[in-house]
């Protein structure tokens, strides 16, 4: 059972999306897409990435699936994605024709699925041969995630954080794996390390307040033991010479090709 749910698009542009579009800067560079692709983004989101896909590859057609209305109310929201095309689903059966698309990406989704193999068969299935399967998640057993330092202190009290159902997807092996096991060729993996300023510490707390795991827990949590996560967290992240926080995060991708 998944536990996190998706139901701030506007909350989660601030928390994670801006995390996404850093990784996924990277993850584009890499993947050097060609023009007029008819691409598909598969767990889209609040369109954090979608919006960079638009801007940056000149699609002929952008489409966007995801299982939260209110994610997918943001993304439609977007100015750079009027034209795109957004419908509710999951990744393990995507609602469309077989080979309809020229490239599908899969952002910091991967480790959501509760079956990963299913998901990226799936992707290649609606992309057509000599189409590109592609996807960016944090490595999450290795503690890429850009809030680990925040999961570590809250774990160290005892206390469960909700997680993701299949947290092994993220590895760069699980990935490598997951693509040749779904049949696709030339498959290709990375490592993407990104870093994000918060202007102070207080920015960067209201931020992972409004996270929909985390957040959670942490709202629920006791006044006393609050207290003493913030002040671990200071100590542990100093702020620089204009009181700004740095954090860093690794996320691992994975490339492939639909036989031809
Ligand atoms: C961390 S967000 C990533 C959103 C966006 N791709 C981005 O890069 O910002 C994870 C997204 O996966 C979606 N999701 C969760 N389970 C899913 C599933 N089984 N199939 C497709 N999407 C799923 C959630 O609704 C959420 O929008």
Redesign the pocket.
Known sequence: M?E???KDGAG?ERY??K???L??DVFLDWLAPLPAWDWL??????????DMLMLRCAPASMHG????DE?LAYASARPALRAARFRK????ALPYAAAAFDAAV????LF???DPAK?VAEMARVVRPGGVVAAYAWDMPGGGFPYEALLAEIRGMGITVPS?PSPWASRLEAMQELWVGAGLGAVETRVIEVQRAFGDFEDYWSTALGAPSVGSTLSAMAADDLARIKMRLRTLQPADAQGRITYSARANAVKGRVSE
Request: charged share 10%; aromatic share 12%.
């Open positions: 998944n996190i749910r998706f989660y994670m999306g995390w996404s579009q990784a996924g983004d598969v767990g889209c989101g609040n369109g954090a990435f979608t699936v995801d299982p939260s994610q689903g999951d990744a393990m899969m952002p910091l989704v959501f699925v509760p998901g993701p």
